[in-house]
């Protein structure tokens, strides 16, 4: 009986250092990559679009006639 129960607290100390483990590698490398990852995506598309389309603003402003008040 206590081969046993050595044996479950054994198993148990391999799981949560598998889950300890898991953890830092998601929380640590693999998170921040995808997060730093997203932004840029995003960053990108935005710089793609205007690049395509030009920047954000009022396009259609005639210019005011010469000896206007503006």
Partial sequence: MEATRTNDVTSFRAKRRKEL???AVLAFGIWPIV????????GFAVW????V??????????????????
Avoid at 35 to 42: D, E, I, K, L, N
Avoid at 48 to 51: E, G, K, N, P, S
């Fill in 21 to 23: 483990l898991t953890f």
């Fill in 48 to 51: 793609m679009y205007q690049i």
């Fill in 35 to 42: 997060a730093v990852g997203a932004v840029g995506g995003y």
């Fill in 53 to 70: 389309y030009g920047p954000p603003g009022p396009h259609d402003i005639n210019p005011a006639p010469p000896g206007s008040a503006e």
